[in-house]
């Protein structure tokens, strides 16, 4: 049995599942659509709000089941989609036959190698088999032979790590545990276009809400992957704009009119409208062009040619005509594109009869691929006998990581003993965490930051253990109270044995802690953690404060040059909230204009992402000035720049006095 959850840019839709031989059995399902607009282009922007979604649902089927949904399988889409090919090779002579397992410790030692080309702040999320070869010659399956070399290639799909962490956030709001993570396209080609067919060049185009998700096979295998960030939502936007519509109703409209014929509906001045299909679909035209365009142009590009036919899931390709422009801008006969129904891949038996259409292939790839566990990046570990899944890749978690994922706590797997620790140049005595902790790796010795992968068996011998010693249990901290009753603990500057060290930090026998007994003002608010934030600015990790605080003692407010000693209480209250621009302290220029002073920056800000941006640079001209000067009409008007005559196109320079004068006749 499994759970599996599709958190699309509009809805969120849950199956229960299981497998009945090559079938899968659908026990129950439920879609839910979120109240607002939580999520752009496949990516969860608002977590809380997803999470309250994804609650409702979750709830519904529980009591609908009586059961207590625990795990999940997921899969994850976005508009940062990177893909990269990578292979590796094994020896397996001295096996007797290969098995599931071995075959699966070698995919992951090739998206391992995927990984090590790949940014760090990208994440494998899931991959796919593009060939098998065993002593020199291809094969269909590696399971089950027996040979020497074996070797797999792979196509590995990534996201930005800020993409998946958002997402497994909303699921731990919720109390999900994912045991599969795949890439949607992955989990959608798997049961629209199964292995047995992928000798034909067969595209499939996943058409959401927020994106389209495009997947190639050839040859026997799928061989790219990729999305572009247009695809429902476009449309929807273009009946909103056409007919001055809220995005809800716009969204009703799509989804109704060309069914029913006519509709009327609430504009945004509270005026009804009366809409036929052909109004609306005459105003979706242009938009239309432009979404089938662009997946065109990319298939087109993964494939290198027009591929033999194009398959359509999803909801946001059921706008008529949409298939027909496809094939259109691929140059295809349009009976070679076509929209592929859950109903028609034979792989559902669904007495609850409620799951059929496009937008379904996507919820059952998810759950079919987790029964069949293909192409996650989940690896399975031994704990003492017990199974134990990590999410990742080879050589990309440790001894520690797998028993934290199995719920032991590092706390309690050392026992106390008497320790002496010298703190301001006064002796302590205190308590530090030791005890016999014995760690094998398939047998062999290891430590806790041994590196582990898929198939390993981890075996830990815990002696009588107690709490270890931090360096924040020697040391005091400063307490800071918020207006909302949040509180936050700055430690001061702190060495430990003349080097460095953080309050996490654990304390030896005859360490040497030292440390100033209080702090400036200036000190405290520039190691304050609260109102700050982390942006990626051309590529680089920058920590910038957006919130600036008053301190107060009691009624009496903190100045920068005022002390406070370790372990007072202050108050923090908010006086200025900055945008990027201001806390990353970009230059300005200040310009006079008819008086009144302008400021410039130097630079601009491109939004590439969440938290992600480009400092280009910017130019300001006179032009600038008069975005907001109502010019249309005007015939006879003059434009200064520190007194003589000037052009809407000239730089503008620091202390710069300029005049825009309307002449009267």
């Known amino acids: 049995m499994i759970f599996a959850l599709d958190v699309g840019t509009r809805k969120i839709a849950g199956i229960i599942a299981a497998r009945e031989g090559s079938l899968l059995r659908v026990v129950d399902v439920e879609t839910v659509e979120h109240e607002t607009r939580a999520m752009f282009d496949g990516q969860v922007h608002d977590v809380e709000e997803v999470a309250r979604s994804v609650a409702t649902l979750k709830k519904t089927l529980e009591e609908r089941n009586e059961t207590n949904l625990r795990e999940v399988a997921v899969a994850l889409a976005g508009r940062y989609l990177k893909t990269i090919f990578a292979e590796a090779e094994r020896d397996l ?7 599931k397992e071995d075959v699966a410790r070698l995919e992951m030692e090739a998206v391992n190698e995927a990984q090590k080309k790949m940014e760090e702040d990208y994440f494998c999320v899931g991959y796919s088999v593009v060939e098998y070869n065993l002593d020199g010659f291809w094969v269909k399956r590696l399971e089950g032979h027996r040979g020497g070399r074996a070797y797999v290639r792979v196509v590995s799909a990534f996201l930005p790590v800020q993409v998946v962490e958002a997402l497994f956030k909303v699921l731990e709001l919720v109390g999900l545990t994912p045991v599969f993570m795949t890439l949607e396209p992955i989990a959608a080609m798997n049961v629209a276009v199964p292995e047995d067919l992928r000798y034909l060049n067969v595209a499939l185009v996943d058409v959401g809400a927020g994106t389209s998700d495009i997947a190639i096979s050839r040859d026997g295998a799928v061989v790219a992957y990729s999305m572009i960030p247009l695809a429902g ?17 716009a969204e009703r409209v ?14 945004i001045l509270d005026k009804l409208v009366e809409l036929d299909a052909d109004q ?10 432009l979404v089938t365009g662009e997946i065109a142009r990319q298939i087109l590009e993964l494939n290198g040619s027009a591929p033999s036919a194009v398959l359509i ?33 034979g792989v559902v038996e ?3 009869g409620r799951v059929k259409g496009s937008e379904f292939v996507t919820p059952v790839g998810i759950a079919y691929s987790a029964l069949q566990s293909s192409g996650s990046v989940f690896s399975q570990l031994h704990v003492n006998g017990i199974p134990v899944r990590m999410m990742g890749t080879n050589g990309r978690y440790t001894v520690m990581q797998a028993l934290i994922q199995a719920g032991y706590k590092f706390s309690n797997l050392f026992k106390k003993d008497v320790l002496v620790v010298e703190v301001n140049g006064r002796p302590v005595v205190s308590t530090r965490a030791r005890g016999r902790v014995d760690v094998l790796v398939n047998g062999e010795p290891a430590d806790f930051h041994a590196h ?7 075996e830990v011998i815990v002696q009588d253990h107690q709490e270890q010693l931090k360096v924040k249990d020697l040391v005091v901290p400063i307490r800071v109270t918020f207006p909302d009753g949040e509180k936050e603990e700055v430690y ?19 360490d040497v802690l030292s440390f100033r007994e209080e702090m400036s003002v200036k000190e405290l608010k520039e190691k304050l953690k609260s109102g700050t934030g982390k942006v990626v600015v051309n590529g680089e990790t920058k920590t910038v404060r957006l919130v600036e605080y008053e301190f107060f003692r009691g009624e009496a407010k903190l100045f920068d040059e005022d002390r406070v000693k370790l372990g007072e209480e202050i108050v923090a209250v908010e006086v200025k909230r900055k945008s990027v621009e201001e806390a990353l302290d970009i230059p300005t220029i200040t310009v006079s204009f008819n008086g009144v002073q302008r400021k410039f920056p130097l630079m601009k800000l491109k939004e590439t992402g969440e938290n992600r941006f480009e400092l280009q640079e910017f130019k300001p001209m006179i032009l600038d000035l008069l975005k907001d000067v109502e010019v249309d009409g005007l015939k006879d008007y003059e434009i200064l720049r520190n007194g003589k005559k000037a052009r809407f196109t000239e730089e503008l320079q620091d202390g710069d006095v300029v005049e825009f004068i309307v002449k009267k006749k």
Do not use: M
């Open 280 to 289: 609306v679909r005459s105003a979706v035209e242009s938009t239309l062009d």
């Open 254 to 267: 799509k989804r109704t009119v060309f069914e029913t014929g006519r509709l009327t509906v609430k504009n």
């Open 350 to 352: 669904d007495p609850t």
């Open 452 to 458: 582990v992968k898929h198939g390993d068996r981890i």
């Open 93 to 99: 002579s001295k096996l007797v036959r290969i098995t």
């Open 233 to 249: 939502d476009e449309i929807t936007e273009a009946i909103g704009r056409s007919f001055l519509l809220d995005f809800n109703t």
């Open 313 to 345: 899931v999803g909801g946001g390709a059921k706008v008529p005509g949409f298939s027909e422009k496809l094939a259109e801008k691929l140059g295809l006969p349009a009976e070679r594109v076509s929209l592929k129904t859950v109903e028609s891949t």
């Open 492 to 510: 001061p500057t702190i060495t430990k044995n003349e080097k460095e060290a953080f309050p996490e930090e654990l304390v030896e026998d005859g």
